[in-house]
């Protein structure tokens, strides 16, 4: 008998689980909450990229009319930015890629995801333009003007994103907070998963 009553419970818990993981998995509301987290990679992207070609066009003209470490300065912002628009012409591209789904746990994972990458960015951010500050510490001991171009360009372009990355960070912080109030209404009661529905 208590084998019995042990296979139903664990049975009626099976049946809970799956019925709630299939309801939970598709949540009309989330497709918006997940455009607009598209919407801002995008925006975000476009940002990065026009950075970069306004830098590219400066480090471009810059280099060719200076010399020193003007020159170096203005060949790293060139550089940089190279690297630069690569990343956001993928970005963009993966961005006008992503699906907008309703799935629960494909938005957690998606929405965490892209907060932890802004946060190890930001990190690096700050590793760039300490490098920058070294490679311009040590141009100035050894007399290098290149050392010192490419050092003060690297900090520039460090801060830069730093303040890009965290901004694009507090967007994405804040827009995490409404997911919250998306699934609330959703309950596990005796008889199943139960639904509140304002009119």
């Not at 919407?39 to 400066?58: E, K, P, R």
């Not at 012409?89 to 309703?102: D, I, L, M, V």
Request: glycine letters at 12%; a positive charge; one cysteine or more.
């Amino acid at each position: 008998m208590k084998k019995l009553h042990f296979r139903f419970s664990l049975l009626g818990v099976l049946c809970l689980f799956f019925s709630v993981n299939a309801y939970a998995q598709e949540i009309p509301a989330l497709a918006e909450f997940n455009q607009t987290r598209l919407d801002y990679n995008q925006n975000g992207m476009l940002i990065l990229g026009t950075w970069a070609v306004g830098n590219m066009v400066w480090g471009g003209i810059g280099a060719s009319h200076t010399t020193g470490e003007t020159k170096a300065f203005h060949q790293m912002n060139l550089y940089w930015n190279s690297v630069n628009l690569l990343i956001a012409g993928f970005g963009y591209w993966q961005a006008t890629k992503g699906n907008p789904g309703t799935d629960f746990w494909a938005t957690i994972e998606a929405q965490q995801g892209i907060e932890k990458i802004l946060l190890l960015n930001g990190a690096l951010d700050l590793a760039y333009m300490a490098g920058g500050l070294y490679m311009r510490e040590r141009g100035l001991r050894t007399d290098n003007s290149r050392l010192i171009g490419f050092g003060k360009s690297v900090i520039l372009q460090g801060a830069f994103l730093l303040a890009f990355d965290s901004v694009l960070y507090g967007f994405h912080r804040a827009h995490g907070k409404e997911l919250p109030s998306l699934v609330q209404n959703i309950s596990l009661g005796p008889t199943g998963v139960n639904f509140k529905m304002d009119f």
